[in-house]
């Protein structure tokens, strides 16, 4: 599986962002997405995560209430609705794919490229 992560850039404080992340080659349904960021200086935290057959969802208290993981089956294409952003959402957001729900980046086996969000005070 190859994924490629997309829609990052500026926005103020207060703004929303929609990320996107395309994969080519098979999505198991067993499988889970998630979403991840790293701010300079910072280990890569989880945020999100979405079970590819039930959308079953789960977020880092961080981000609950104000970021949306979804998914499109049919274009294989995972998202991450980002509103209420805040000068500390500023990272680079990468998605990744799991065999198993996992809230550890080691349990994730590809990863996409990462997208810039930059969030103004």
């Known amino acids: 599986v190859q994924l490629q992560a997309s829609g990052g850039g500026l926005v103020q404080a207060g703004g929303s962002l929609r990320l996107s992340c395309a994969a080519s080659?098979?999505?198991?349904?067993?499988?889970?997405m998630g979403w991840f960021r790293q701010a300079p200086g910072k280990e890569r935290e989880f945020l999100a995560a979405?079970?590819?057959?039930?959308?079953?969802?789960y977020y880092a208290d961080s981000v609950k209430g104000r970021f949306t993981i979804s998914r499109d089956y049919a274009k294989n294409t995972l998202y991450l609705q980002m509103n209420s952003l805040k000068p500390e959402d500023t990272a680079v957001y990468y998605c990744?794919?799991?065999?198993?729900?996992?809230?550890?980046?080691?349990?994730?086996?590809?990863w996409g490229q990462g997208t810039q969000v930059t969030v103004s005070s």
């Open positions: 990744a794919v799991a065999r198993l729900m996992a809230y550890d980046q080691d349990a994730y086996d590809a």
């Open positions: 080659g098979r999505i198991l349904l067993s499988y889970v």
């Open positions: 979405i079970r590819w057959s039930a959308s079953t969802t």
